[in-house]
């Protein structure tokens, strides 16, 4: 059963519409939380028998099930959002024959929460023994399958824990070292076993969306761990290539904690997907390298990781694709279980180590602590040679930019000024009035040197100390219409440098072009963000023509720094308008 009319209601509206299942909620509507309530009609199955059953392969996040107006199931509640969520296993619902009659209706209700795969797959409906065999099928790998893996990883992820902590080799310097194979290995088993917990989990221990970012960690986690892990199998802990690849998979694991909340907080579940995406660039080239090694001259435990890493990247590639790309709904992921060979691996590993291992461990460990330190000694070097030249390239970038500033403010401003008195039309006030923007601009630029990030407040009163005297002077009456304004994180000093010259130069053009007789400046918080607006009542000027060098420059400042800049104007209005995200 694939057709359904379906009355799909998101922030209290709602609108009916005729649908082909199944409804993939997430695909449909991201980012949206809401309700839906399918009504799918249906004859008498032609198959007689004395009982039968519907099989809905996923449905929820909370749902209700009615036949010919009776209940047949229910779970979760349909009002209260971000809580149960039964749209994990699949379902199969008894129907007595004498339930059925020639023309019948199903009406299921279902709450959908976001990023949670809620929806309704389509329908399949028949004699119970039928139905029952598909179901026990699908629920033996999504359910029964998932419940064995995770106790196997469970229990793989304490034994290596547990070799951890009681294997220990001699080392001049420590005392005795622990083999970090195991660690790595025993965490990320135990990640993954977190993590595919989240499939058989219907009421989770925190509310969604934050149960959500647990389980994302969760498998950042685990491919991190899985990263190091194969680095130290292939004996490349040393190699400069395998220890960025390190830092970036842990690097993306740390910067998955605020992108897994913004991604489930804040209803964006690209977000997630791109994250997931950045894993993967790094690991196609890893696993490329490790497995052209594996096929020429490794270990025998390098080839064993090598065989099982081929097929997770294979599997893992498609369940990224299916889950997270493709409109697939009722499709069961398969890294679950292909996760399994590795610990396998381990198991080899562990039983290869023994046997190799014992008699070489002190002296092996040794050297390994002398090189180690050796390592760490030139990395300690190139730390502080990289962190000399990031000192200078400071100190030229500040130079370069106080002389690129001095060039396009000052600079322009003084050439003006001699073309002025070149050309013998201009008056002294003219003359006057261009030096004065050339000082005005040359304080601000001193100014702006110590202007805290992000404080847009103390800019704009900066810039009304600095211009409320010319206003006065000109007979411009200044209204100052700014509330309390809360700074902004990510507006560096550069982009503070950036809105200082954009903002100044539309106070300079009411000044010089506008003949305005009043103007306002407001700013007031837009969300996290903040909306500045320069408002006069000149004469205005025609908006659609191509700007000149002023607007323009403050046009590609803008857009260098991630702001948005918008101007109106006809006579009596003026209004140029910068949003701060």
């Avoid at 996040?61 to 009615?66: L, R």
């Avoid at 990023?115 to 629920?139: K, Q, S, V």
């Avoid at 993306?252 to 964006?268: H, K």
């Avoid at 004469?539 to 403050?554: C, E, I, N, V, Y």
Wanted: glycine letters at 6%; one cysteine or more.
């Amino acid at each position: 059963m694939s057709k359904a009319a379906a009355l799909v209601t998101i922030d209290g509206v709602a609108t009916q519409q005729d649908v082909i299942l199944p409804y993939h909620w997430d695909r449909l509507h991201p980012g949206k939380a809401g309700a839906a309530s399918f009504v799918i009609e249906f004859e008498r199955p032609a198959t007689l028998a004395d009982a039968y059953a519907v099989y809905i392969p996923r449905l929820g996040n909370a749902y209700e099930v009615w036949l010919n107006g009776n209940l047949l199931a229910k779970n979760g509640s349909l009002t209260q959002p971000n809580g149960s969520d039964y749209a994990k296993v699949p379902r199969l619902i008894p129907i007595a024959a004498d339930q059925l009659e020639d023309r019948n209706q199903f009406r299921i209700n279902v709450r959908t929460d976001i990023g949670r795969r809620g929806g309704l797959a389509a329908l399949i409906l028949g004699p119970d023994e039928e139905i029952r065999r598909i179901y026990n099928n699908d629920y033996a790998w999504r359910a029964t399958g998932t419940l064995v893996v995770m106790v196997l990883s469970f229990v793989v992820g304490l034994v290596a824990l547990a070799l951890w902590l009681t294997q220990t080799t001699p080392d001049a310097k420590r005392g005795f070292t622990r083999d970090p194979l195991y660690l790595l290995g025993g965490l990320a088993e135990l990640f993954w076993t977190l993590r595919i917990s989240d499939a058989l989990i219907e009421e989770p221990p925190l509310m969604w969306p934050w149960w959500g970012v647990v389980t994302a960690l969760a498998l950042g986690g685990w491919l991190s761990c899985m990263g190091s892990f194969f680095i130290l199998v292939a004996g490349w802990a040393e190699r400069k290539a395998a220890i960025w690849f390190n830092r970036v998979t842990w690097g993306l694991l740390i910067l998955g904690i605020p992108l897994a909340m913004w991604a489930l907080g804040f209803s964006e579940p690209r977000v997630l997907t791109a994250w997931y995406g950045l894993y993967a660039v790094p690991y196609v080239a890893f696993v490329a390298v490790f497995c052209w090694q594996a096929a020429r001259r490794a270990a025998a435990s390098h080839r064993v990781v090598a065989a099982a890493l081929i097929v997770n990247m294979a599997v893992g590639l498609r369940d990224w694709f299916v889950f997270r790309i493709s409109p697939s709904y009722a499709d069961n992921t398969l890294l679950r279980y292909s996760s399994v060979l590795f610990g396998l691996a381990l198991a080899y590993i562990v039983i290869s180590r023994f046997r190799e291992v014992s008699a070489q461990a002190r002296d092996l460990m040794i050297n390994l602590s002398a090189r180690v330190a050796e390592k760490e000694r030139e990395l300690n070097q190139s730390y502080r040679q990289v962190e000399q030249l990031a000192r200078e390239q400071e100190r030229v970038s500040e130079r370069t930019r106080i002389l690129r500033d001095m060039h396009d403010g000052v600079g322009a401003h003084l050439s003006t000024a001699i073309r002025q008195l070149q050309s013998g039309k201009a008056t002294t006030d003219d003359v006057l009035q261009t030096l004065r923007y050339t000082l005005d601009q040359l304080k601000l630029s001193i100014d702006a040197m110590h202007l805290p990030p992000g404080d847009i407040a103390s800019l704009l009163a900066n810039l009304r100390y600095r211009l409320e005297p010319r206003f006065a002077a000109s007979d411009i009456e200044l209204q100052w219409v700014v509330g309390a304004l809360e700074p902004v994180p990510h507006v560096d000093a550069n982009a503070m440098r950036q809105i200082q010259f954009m903002v100044f130069e539309a106070l300079s053009n009411v000044l010089q072009h506008s003949h305005a007789t009043t103007l306002a400046i407001e700013a007031e918080m837009d969300g996290a963000g903040i909306r500045l607006r320069i408002v006069d009542n000149g004469r205005g000027f025609d908006a659609a023509l191509p700007p000149r060098k002023g607007l323009l420059s403050m046009r590609e400042r803008a857009t260098a720094i991630g702001v948005a800049v918008s101007i109106t104007s006809q006579p009596g209005r003026t209004v140029v308008e910068i949003r701060i995200p």
